[in-house]
């Protein structure tokens, strides 16, 4: 513990005869290497801003222009026509004294070298922002490229040829561009069309002429300025206004989860699962530190995503305001924040500037099990102040966490590198009840109980008594795609690389000098604890109300659904809208996040994919039409969700367009009826698909049971669901879906069992098609050989 060491390092006591010096030179030691290990750290991020700084370009291309240079000035040839005289003439008179004439003109021509390999980076770096800013290619039909799209292709490979660091894309990456405003509103008038009568639309349609004819484009303008001057003119307003100021709960209402393996859990030792997790965790933000990680890329091109949201994945909090809520972001700690049995624990996971071995965190964690010291008062419920509404936490930390104690134990849980929960209970798919386990398992990871997670945390880990393991995000830092990229990194590198031993217990040796896991220290007053129950019944009651079902898909996965030559999204969104259509008896605004990463600082946009051809497949299919106009309409609804997709990821959505032009009018202090009425549609279908970003790491062929779950959220309207989903490898698609018991609307079981049938309906329809298709080839066959 470093800081223990520091303490008693350098110790002394006055005596008769003198002053007595004592030094711990084990601690100095330590102290030392600490220092070792943070000025190395200093050295390689110095050493990654060269090399990020320069890309696509590297530092040892210097070299070759210099060499260059001076081969043609060695051959009589001056390369600079004449900028290299008119740097020796400026350069200064100390040089001039000492440097003889040829060393005058050396260095001139290292001057004007690094000049020129500076414009070539900067032409290199503007040519390659050129070629992001490229997104024509996604709107091509597959086999169908043009030849600007070919020229593109293989310039985008060649810059790529050299291995980027994780944030080199960063500088070259195209801002977010303002989309027209006539554009959005035709495109929002055309999203809501088949959801509102005649008249309803007819009235949208005066509020939004209105609009664009008043107030809109002056809006507009102030938009289009923050663009020039801001990096990005939607993030910043997007994680103020969306996430930090919202003054309700953040659990379950913001907060999601992700899960364990679906069918396998690599030990059942809960102390060994937190020490392999605890590591694999650690390794990840030492490639995020030293920035080995490669970028993540648009599947199946070498276009990179924007890196930002890695930057404050570790050591951060959200912390609680009257008004709006701050994220901290504090320099690495060595240290996790542990909670088990109502007692918190800081648990050092480095010492003397090394990381501890899997077997001697498991060691550590294991000691934390066995200590049977009662929680402080107060202190067991206390995580319900993170779970409640955020204006009383704000006002309870304002109050009596500034200082003493209680500030010092609330930093070590806010500056530790992660939040860790060791949970006493027994979760995942086991039992005479696999279904109902996974929906107490969902429900577990979302809310817990309400007082055993620390929600305000960018990330928690919660290890089970059985060993399973999963995860509960904090949502203003990231989005879904950023966390499951780490949470696939964790379970992998579990699994297939730190790995157990035949009892269960992590590999390597254990120091068993190591000082113990340091209990946190609470004085809570009656006032703080009135407010911990009262926080605790508000989260409870939200608690309590959130429906969960957790079910896998086995029919078919995206194998059989692209063999229908179909985008296994498309198919999905599709049936969500069929199933909806079922369970209520019409359709609703529909909410698909995309994400806008191909932008610097990109974060998400809305894919309406409630749209007319959608409504027209479902209506046509549940009135009875031919199989074939169904085929028909279900293939031009695929299509309408490919493209509404596509110009969500390329800039041209209509959601976040809409919502910063209604922030502009709040600062102007103007209302707009039609942003107003926009912005407080409700969206009682929330859906997200959760990415698979690293097949490769799990060898679904060799290991076909070490399959995620994925993850889930809460719903986002009190009469609607959320539905997440993800697809994993070719057979398999693992469904959350949520509502709220208070809806006697809604019903998650009974929604998802309409999910089911809709994917199933559709693929007979298709499959029907295929047949015919496969048959009629067959038939035709024969003759084309005879012809032949």
């Given at each position: 513990m470093a800081e223990a060491h520091q303490a008693v390092a350098f110790q002394f006591t006055?005596?008769?005869?003198?002053?007595?010096?004592?030094?711990?030179?084990?601690?100095?030691?330590?102290?030392?290497?600490?220092?070792?290990?943070?000025?190395?750290?200093?050295?390689?991020?110095?050493?990654n801003r060269v090399i990020k700084g320069v890309y696509p370009a590297s530092p040892s291309s210097w070299l070759f222009v210099a060499i260059g240079i001076l081969a043609t000035m060695y051959m009589q040839s001056d390369p600079s026509m004449g900028l290299i005289a008119k740097i020796q003439q400026h350069l200064p008179l100390s040089l001039h004294v000492s440097l003889s004439s040829q060393g005058q003109t050396m260095v001139s021509a290292l001057v004007f070298s690094t000049l020129l390999w500076l414009s070539l980076i900067l032409a290199l770096r503007f040519c390659l922002k050129l070629l992001l800013s490229y997104h024509h290619w996604m709107f091509e039909q597959h086999g169908r490229?043009?030849?600007?799209?070919?020229?593109w292709v293989t310039l985008m490979r060649l810059f790529s040829r050299k291995k980027p660091l994780l944030y080199s894309y960063q500088t070259s990456l195209p801002h977010l561009p303002v989309p027209a405003i006539q554009d959005t509103l035709s495109r929002y008038l055309e999203s809501v069309r088949p959801l509102l009568t005649d008249s309803e639309f007819q009235q949208m349609t005066t509020l939004a002429n209105e609009f664009e004819s008043t107030l809109g484009h002056r809006l507009q303008r102030y938009l289009k300025l923050k663009a020039l001057w801001a990096t990005n003119y939607v993030s910043d307003w997007w994680e103020e206004y969306v996430y930090l100021r919202s003054r309700g709960p953040i659990m379950v209402n913001s907060n999601y989860y992700g899960m364990d393996f679906l069918y396998v859990t690599?030990?059942?030792?809960?102390?060994?699962?937190?020490?392999?997790?605890?590591?694999?965790?650690m390794l990840y933000r030492r490639k995020v530190n030293r920035e080995e990680l490669t970028p993540s890329r648009v599947p199946g091109t070498v276009i990179p995503l924007c890196a930002a949201q890695c930057e404050r994945m570790f050591n951060t909090t959200r912390t609680p305001g009257v008004e709006t809520d701050v994220l901290q972001h504090w320099q690495d700690s060595e240290f996790v924040a542990v909670y088990?049995?109502?007692?918190?624990?800081?648990?050092?996971?480095?010492?003397?500037?090394?990381?501890?071995?899997?077997?001697?965190?498991?060691?550590?964690?294991?000691?934390?099990?066995?200590?049977?010291s009662p929680p402080f008062p107060g202190e067991e419920k206390l995580g319900a102040l993170t779970a409640g509404e955020r204006i009383p936490w704000a006002q309870m930390r304002q109050q009596f966490f500034r200082s003493g104690l209680n500030k010092k134990s609330l930093d070590a849980i806010e500056k530790a590198a992660f939040f860790i929960t060791l949970d006493d209970e027994e979760q995942g798919m086991?039992?005479?009840?696999?279904a109902g386990n996974l929906d107490r398992y969902a429900k577990s990871l979302l809310h817990g109980k309400c007082y055993d997670r620390w929600f305000d945390k960018s990330f928690s880990i919660v290890i089970y008594k059985n060993g399973k393991s999963g995860l509960n995000a904090e949502h203003s830092w990231a989005d879904a795609p950023t966390v499951a990229h780490l949470w696939?990194?964790?379970?992998?590198?579990?699994?297939?690389?730190?790995?157990?031993?035949?009892?269960?217990?992590?590999?390597?040796?254990?120091?068993?000098?190591?000082?113990?896991?340091?209990?946190?220290?609470?004085?809570?007053?009656?006032?703080?604890?009135?407010?911990?129950?009262?926080?605790?019944?508000?989260?409870?009651?939200?608690?309590?109300?959130?429906?969960?079902?957790?079910?896998?898909f086995r029919d078919f996965g995206k194998g059989r659904i692209k063999k229908c030559r179909i985008s296994p999204d498309a198919f999905i969104q599709i049936s969500l809208q069929l199933a909806y259509y079922r369970d209520r008896g019409g359709f609703c605004l529909t909410y698909e996040a995309s994400m806008t990463r191909l932008f610097r600082e990109g974060r998400t946009e809305t894919v309406r994919s409630c749209s007319k051809d959608s409504c027209a497949f479902v209506r046509a299919l549940e009135s009875g039409q031919t199989e074939e106009e169904c085929r028909r309409l279900f293939r031009l609804a695929s299509e309408k969700h490919q493209n509404l997709y596509r110009?969500?990821?390329?800039?041209?959505?209509?959601?976040?367009?809409?919502?910063?032009?209604?922030?502009?009018?709040?600062?102007?202090?103007?209302?707009?009826?039609?942003?107003?009425?926009?912005?407080?549609?409700?969206?009682?279908?929330?859906?997200?698909?959760?990415?698979?970003?690293?097949?490769?790491?799990?060898?679904?062929?060799?290991?076909?049971?070490?399959?995620?779950?994925?993850?889930?959220?809460?719903?986002?309207?009190?009469?609607?669901?959320?539905?997440s989903y993800i697809i994993v490898g070719e057979d398999l698609i693992n469904f959350h879906?949520?509502?709220?018991?208070?809806?006697?609307?809604?019903?998650?079981?009974?929604?998802?069992?309409?999910?089911?049938?809709?994917?199933?309906?559709?693929?007979?329809?298709?499959?029907?098609?295929?047949?015919?298709?496969?048959?009629?080839?067959?038939?035709?066959?024969?003759?084309?050989?005879k012809l032949l």
């Open positions: 006055i005596t008769p005869e003198g002053i007595d010096l004592q030094l711990s030179y084990q601690a100095l030691n330590q102290i030392y290497l600490s220092g070792v290990r943070s000025w190395k750290k200093r050295v390689s991020r110095m050493k490229v043009s030849n600007t799209t070919k020229v690599p030990t059942s030792v809960q102390a060994a699962r937190a020490g392999n997790t605890i590591t694999a965790l088990h049995g109502g007692r918190y624990f800081r648990l050092w996971v480095y010492r003397a500037g090394r990381l501890l071995s899997p077997r001697e965190i498991e060691y550590q964690i294991q000691r934390i099990l066995d200590d049977s086991k039992g005479d009840d696999p696939e990194y964790t379970l992998a590198t579990d699994a297939f690389q730190l790995g157990y031993t035949e009892e269960g217990h992590c590999k390597g040796e254990v120091d068993l000098s190591l000082p113990p896991p340091q209990r946190l220290v609470w004085e809570i007053s009656p006032e703080v604890q009135a407010q911990v129950c009262s926080s605790l019944a508000v989260a409870q009651a939200l608690a309590d109300d959130v429906d969960c079902h957790v079910f896998p110009m969500a990821m390329t800039g041209a959505g209509i959601d976040r367009h809409l919502f910063c032009l209604y922030v502009v009018s709040k600062y102007l202090g103007v209302d707009s009826p039609f942003l107003h009425k926009v912005l407080s549609e409700p969206w009682r279908l929330s859906t997200s698909q959760t990415p698979v970003q690293q097949l490769e790491l799990f060898d679904l062929k060799n290991n076909p049971d070490y399959i995620s779950l994925g993850g889930g959220f809460g719903p986002v309207a009190d009469d609607g669901y959320g539905v879906v949520s509502s709220k018991h208070s809806c006697s609307q809604t019903d998650s079981h009974r929604f998802g069992a309409q999910i089911q049938k809709a994917l199933l309906d559709i693929m007979v329809l298709l499959s029907a098609d295929a047949k015919s298709s496969s048959s009629s080839k067959g038939s035709n066959q024969p003759q084309s050989k």
